[in-house]
C-alpha cells in the first residue's frame, strides 16, 4: 500500500487527519477510568480509595503496553520510510508476540503481589479487600490489554488512525453501558459492586481487542503479522526495546510517584489519597487528548525522517506543540472556574470537595508548560530517543545507534561554532550522512585545519552556502593540530578517536590555546569509560572503544555566564553574591576572581558562592588568550577604572559570533567611553562614569549582557538593540539582571 502520502499531503490537514483520530479515541480512553470512578464513587467512599491504590499498577501495565509499543511502532513506521518492507513486517510480528508474553508475565505479578501492594498504603481491611476484589478480575485481561495496544501502534503505525478510534470507542461503550449494570445488578445481571467495575473494563477491553482483529482481517495492513518471523531476532528486538524501554520508563514514572504519594498521604488521612486518584482520573481528560496528539504525529515523525524530509518534520512539530497547548490551556481553565464540579463528581463529602479544589488549583499551573515536554517527548520517541525531566534534572536515552542507516542526518547548529566542531569527527567516526545547517557568522568562522586533517583521514566535505554535507568514514592514524587555532578542533576529535576500528595518535604542536576547555573534555571522556594515555601535548588513544553513560551527572555552575555578575558586583554598592560555583573548576573562565582581584575589587569565596564588592579600581595588563570569553565584560570594567587597561593576545575575537574586539570598542564609545582598537587587543582609558546611550548588540550574546553590566555605571540609561540574544546562552538573563540590579544598586 502507498505510504507517500506521509511526505506529499499539507501538514495541517495532515496532521489533524492523523491527530483528530486519535485525540477522540484518548478522550474515550480516559472516560474509562472517569466512568468507572464515577458507578464506584456511588459505592462508597472506600470503594474509591481502593479504586485510587489499584491505579498506579493499572497504569504500569499500561505503561509497559504503551512504552513498547511506542517502540514498535517508531521502527514499524521508520522502515516503511525507508521502504524496508520485511523488517517492517518483522518489526510487527515479533512486536506482537513480546507484547502478549509483557501481559502474561504482569498478569501473575500482580495477582500474586497485589495484597502485599495494597497492604504498603493502607490499614483498613475494608479498603484492602475491595481493592483486592478490583484486582482479581481486572489484571486477568492483562494479555488483552497489552495485545490490544501493540495492534493499536501497529494500527497507529500505518496511519490507520480511524481504525483505532473505531475500536476504542467500542470498547468504551461496552464499558460504559456495563458499569451500572454489573455494579449495582440491573434488570438479570447480579450486583458485583466494585469487581463488576473491573469486568465491565476487562469485557470493554475484549471488544476493543476484537474489533482490531475484525479491521486486520477485513482490511489488510500495510505491514502483516506472518508466521515466518516469529522467531525473535536480535536486531529487531534489540532496536524495538531501545526505544522502548526509555519510553516506558518516561510513563511509569508517574506510577512511581503515585505510589510514593499515596504512602506518604495515607499517613495523614484517607480523604488525601482519594482526592490524589480523581485527580489522576481527571488529568487524563486532558493528557490522554493529547497524547492521542502525539500518538497521531509519531508516524509522520518517523515516516518522514526515514523519507529524508527533515523540514516537514520541523513543521509538523510545530504544529503539535501549538495543539498540546491549547488544550492544557482548556485544562487550566476548567479546573479554575469550576474545580467544586469536577471533584464532587467522585465525593460529596465537604471536606474533601475544599482539599480537592486546592489541589487543582495549584496542580493545573503546570498543564500549559508540560505542553512543551509532552510534544519533545513524543517527537524524541519517533526518533529513536527519549528524554525524561523531572524538575531540573534531564535523563536522555538513545537507541543505539538504531536509526542511523539514513541516507542523510540533518542538523541545525544555528549559530553554535562549539556544536559544529565537536560534531563534524563525531560524524565521521560513525559513518554517518550529515546536512549541516549554519546561521548568522557560523558560516564564515574558520574550520581549516580541521577540515583539511578530516578529509586527509576518510571524510568528505562539501559546502553550498549555509549548508555543509558530510559522508565518508573517518580513519584511524596519526593527526596533527596546531596549537594556536580553536581549542574546540582539539577536543572534537578526542571524542571522535576512540571510536574508529584501530588506534590513533593526536599531537598539538605549539603552545595550545585554551588548554582548560581540553582538560575538561579529558575529564568527561574519563567519566564515559574512555582510555588515552596524555604525554605533553600528545594524546594515544586505543580504538574499538565505546562509551558507557556516566550515571548521574551534576551540571556544575557556568563561570562564563556568572562573570557578567561578578562584573557588575565590583561596580555596585552592596556587592554581589553569586553562589554554585565550583572554585576548583577545570573551566578557563574561572580565572575571572583572580582578574577582579588584580582591578582592585574586593573577592571574597566560601564554598561554592564568590562575592564581589567595590574597591579602589585601576586598569591592568591582561593577557586574553586563555580567557577569550571575558573580554566583553572585561573591557567593560576598565572603561570605569582609574588608569589604562591593555588587553592582549585576543585575535581570535575577531571570529567569533561578532568581530568581538570591534563590537566592544563600539559599546564602549557608544557609552561615552575612551577605547583605542589594536590588532589583537584592546588599549582602554577609564573614567568615573559613562554618560548612557544605545548599544547594538549585532547578535551577540556577550555583546548584550557587557552592555547590561555597563549600564551599573552610567549616569543615564542604556538601550539596548537586540538584546533578545542572550536567549543563546542564558535565556532568564533579563530577568536575573534586573532583580540583582534592584538590590545591589
Not at 162 to 176: D, E, L, Y
Not at 262 to 284: C, E, M, P, R, W
Not at 652 to 672: P, Q, V
Amino acid at each position: 500500500m502507498n505510504q507517500t502520502y506521509m511526505k506529499e499531503k499539507k501538514i495541517f490537514p495532515l496532521v489533524m487527519s492523523m491527530a483528530l483520530p486519535m485525540m477522540l479515541s484518548m478522550a474515550f480512553n480516559s472516560l474509562y477510568n472517569i466512568v468507572d470512578s464515577y458507578f464506584v464513587a456511588k459505592l462508597s467512599e472506600d470503594a474509591m480509595t481502593a479504586l485510587s491504590l489499584v491505579y498506579p499498577a493499572q497504569n504500569l501495565l499500561t505503561a509497559v503496553a504503551v512504552g513498547f509499543g511506542v517502540g514498535v511502532n517508531a521502527m514499524i513506521s521508520f522502515y516503511l520510510g525507508a521502504q524496508n518492507q520485511e523488517k517492517a513486517d518483522k518489526t510487527a510480528t515479533q512486536g506482537m508476540v513480546l507484547g502478549v508474553l509483557h501481559g502474561v508475565l504482569l498478569m501473575i505479578l500482580f495477582l500474586c503481589g497485589m495484597n502485599w501492594f495494597l497492604g504498603m498504603f493502607t490499614k483498613s481491611d475494608t479498603v484492602r479487600a475491595l481493592g483486592m476484589e478490583y484486582s482479581n478480575v481486572v489484571f486477568l485481561f492483562s494479555t488483552i490489554v497489552t495485545g490490544g495496544i501493540t495492534l493499536e501502534k501497529i494500527f497507529q503505525a500505518v496511519g490507520r488512525m480511524r481504525a483505532t478510534m473505531v475500536s476504542m470507542i467500542a470498547g468504551f461503550v461496552t464499558n460504559i453501558v456495563l458499569d451500572p449494570l454489573l455494579i449495582f445488578g440491573i434488570g438479570p445481571f447480579p450486583r458485583m459492586e466494585i469487581a463488576g467495575a473491573a469486568l465491565a473494563t476487562g469485557i470493554g477491553q475484549v471488544i476493543t481487542l476484537l474489533v482490531y482483529i475484525i479491521y486486520y482481517v477485513l482490511d489488510p495492513l500495510p505491514v502483516k503479522l506472518r508466521r515466518t518471523y516469529l522467531r525473535p531476532e536480535g536486531e529487531i528486538c534489540g532496536k524495538t526495546y531501545g526505544i522502548g524501554i526509555p519510553a516506558t520508563l518516561n510513563m511509569a514514572l508517574p506510577s512511581l510517584l503515585i505510589s510514593a504519594l499515596n504512602g506518604i498521604l495515607a499517613a495523614y488521612s484517607g480523604a488525601y489519597v482519594l482526592v490524589l486518584g480523581v485527580y489522576y482520573k481527571l488529568q487524563t481528560f486532558i493528557y490522554l487528548p493529547s497524547n492521542g496528539i502525539i500518538q497521531g504525529i509519531r508516524p509522520l515523525i518517523g515516516y518522514n525522517y526515514g523519507a529524508g524530509e527533515r523540514k516537514r518534520v520541523e513543521q509538523i512539530y510545530r504544529l503539535t506543540l501549538e495543539l498540546t497547548a491549547g488544550i492544557m490551556a482548556i485544562g487550566t481553565a476548567l479546573c479554575w472556574l469550576i474545580p467544586g464540579g469536577l471533584i464532587g463528581l467522585f465525593t460529596e463529602n465537604p471536606e474533601t470537595v475544599t482539599i480537592g479544589i486546592t489541589a487543582l488549583h495549584i496542580i493545573s499551573l503546570g498543564f500549559i508548560l508540560s505542553a512543551v515536554s509532552v510534544t519533545s517527548s513524543g517527537a524524541l520517541e519517533a526518533l529513536g530517543a527519549n528524554v525524561v525531566r523531572s524538575g531540573d534534572c534531564c535523563t536522555v536515552s538513545g537507541c543505539g545507534g538504531a536509526l542511523f542507516d539514513l541516507l542523510e542526518t540533518a542538523i541545525d547548529c544555528r549559530e553554535s561554532g562549539s556544536t559544529l566542531r565537536f560534531l563534524l569527527p563525531v560524524l565521521g567516526a560513525l559513518g554517518v550522512r550529515a546536512q549541516i545547517r549554519m546561521h548568522g557568522r557560523l558560516p564564515e568562522r574558520p574550520l581549516s585545519p580541521l577540515w583539511e586533517l578530516l578529509e586527509a583521514h576518510g571524510m568528505q566535505l562539501r559546502r553550498e552556502d549555509d549548508l555543509l554535507h558530510v559522508c565518508g568514514q573517518l580513519q584511524a592514524g596519526s593527526y596533527a593540530l596546531p596549537g594556536n587555532v580553536s581549542s574546540q578542533f582539539v577536543s572534537g576529535l578526542l571524542f571522535a578517536l576512540p571510536l574508529l576500528a584501530e588506534d590513533s595518535v593526536l599531537t598539538v604542536t605549539g603552545q595550545l590555546q585554551s588548554a582548560r576547555y581540553v582538560a575538561m573534555t579529558e575529564q568527561a571522556l574519563r567519566a564515559a569509560g574512555i582510555r588515552f594515555e596524555k604525554n605533553g601535548q600528545c594524546w594515544t588513544i586505543p580504538g574499538r572503544q565505546r562509551y558507557a553513560a556516566p550515571g548521574r551527572q551534576l551540571v556544575e555552575g557556568d563561570w562564563s555566564n556568572a562573570a557578567f555578575f561578578l562584573c557588575m558586583g565590583a561596580l555596585s554598592r552592596q556587592g554581589v553574591c553569586v553562589s554554585g560555583l565550583d572554585p576548583a573548576s577545570l573551566q578557563a573562565d574561572r580565572a575571572i576572581t583572580e582578574i577582579l582581584t588584580r582591578f582592585g575589587a574586593e573577592v571574597n569565596i566560601e564554598d561554592d558562592t564568590v562575592t564581589v564588592r567595590r574597591g579602589t579600581l585601576r586598569g591592568i595588563t591582561l593577557d586574553a588568550g586563555p580567557v577569550p570569553d571575558l573580554v566583553p565584560v572585561v573591557s567593560v570594567l576598565a572603561a570605569l577604572c582609574a588608569g589604562e587597561t591593555r588587553i592582549e593576545n585576543a585575535a581570535r575575537l575577531r571570529i567569533k559570533e561578532s568581530d568581538r574586539l570591534r563590537t566592544t570598542a563600539a559599546l564602549i564609545e557608544a557609552l561615552g567611553g575612551t577605547v583605542r582598537e589594536l590588532p589583537d587587543g584592546l588599549v582602554i582609558t577609564g573614567q568615573p562614569a559613562l554618560a548612557g546611550g544605545s548599544v547594538d548588540a549585532s547578535g551577540d550574546h556577550r555583546i548584550a549582557m557587557s552592555a547590561a553590566v555597563a549600564a551599573c555605571g552610567c549616569t543615564q540609561p542604556v538601550t539596548v538593540c537586540g538584546s533578545a540574544c542572550v536567549a543563546k546562552s542564558y535565556p532568564a538573563f533579563w530577568e536575573d539582571f534586573t532583580a540583582l540590579q534592584e538590590e545591589a544598586l
